[in-house]
């Protein structure tokens, strides 16, 4: 399994800022993925992001507004930028281990952001 | 459109009471993992079963898969109030790896 940890727990922002999440890994990984989870609703995918590339983003979600770095493999921040009040969600950061057909997703303990 | 989609979306049962829980797919898939997720926290990896596999065991937890199906069902045995939770089934598709897609999930509510 991993252990993974995120920064902040939770935050209250006023819109119109940026707030950036930073996500720690305890083992190197490969893949690691950012989701949302709106309140009520199950996790949506943002984007994946790889050491040494470009994040990937799912339909929906833009570069400009959610930016990803991932500057090694046991750490990755996600903005949310120019935050509105329909950007209050969790965000939870996730990796994968394993291979050969089995792979485990195991994911951080979330960041609660409510944007007034 | 969610891959998976988990039935009940509410259930409320009295602890010692035994809890199922059905999740539906509609593409073939490698794996099929089940969450837990604690009022508003994150998840945590409850178990994973391979498409090759029927049936699978830990602890009170016994998850089954039916590929002919395209379904999977969590049982909780001997609930206890501190099993409260939600419970999301998430798959990946077969044929390399996929972005693992979660169901809407079920609240479980164990009555003391």
């Known amino acids: 399994s991993a252990v993974i940890s995120q920064k902040p727990s939770r935050d209250i922002c006023q819109r119109g800022t940026s707030l950036t999440i930073q996500c720690q890994v305890d083992?190197?990984?490969?893949?690691m993925f950012w989701y949302r989870q709106q309140p009520g609703q199950s996790l949506t995918l943002i984007a994946t992001?790889?050491?040494?590339?470009?994040?990937?983003?799912e339909s929906g979600f833009v570069i400009d507004k959610f930016p990803i770095s991932r500057p090694n493999l046991t750490f990755s921040t996600l903005t949310v930028s120019n935050m509105s009040p329909e950007d209050s969600s969790i965000y939870l950061c996730?990796?994968?281990?394993?291979?050969?057909?089995?792979?485990?997703?195991?994911f951080g303990p979330g960041t609660r952001l409510t944007v007034t | 459109s969610q891959q998976g989609e988990e039935d009940p979306q509410a259930l409320s049962i009295q602890e010692g009471e035994n809890a199922t829980m059905n999740c539906s797919y509609k593409t073939s898939i490698n794996n099929l993992q089940w969450y837990r997720q604690n009022s508003g926290r994150g998840l945590v990896h409850l178990i994973l079963i391979r498409s090759n596999e029927r049936e699978k065991h830990s602890g009170r937890l016994r998850v089954t898969l039916d590929t002919s199906k395209k379904s999977s069902s969590l049982l909780i045995t001997a609930s206890r109030a501190a099993d409260t939770a939600s419970y999301f089934c998430?798959?990946?598709?077969?044929?390399?790896?996929?972005?693992?897609?979660f169901g809407i999930g079920t609240k479980l509510q164990v009555i003391p």
């Open positions: 998430a798959t990946d598709r077969s044929g390399g790896y996929q972005k693992v897609t």
């Open positions: 992001a790889n050491q040494g590339s470009e994040a990937t983003y």
């Open positions: 083992s190197q990984v490969t893949m």
């Open positions: 996730s990796v994968v281990l394993g291979g050969g057909g089995i792979r485990e997703q195991y």
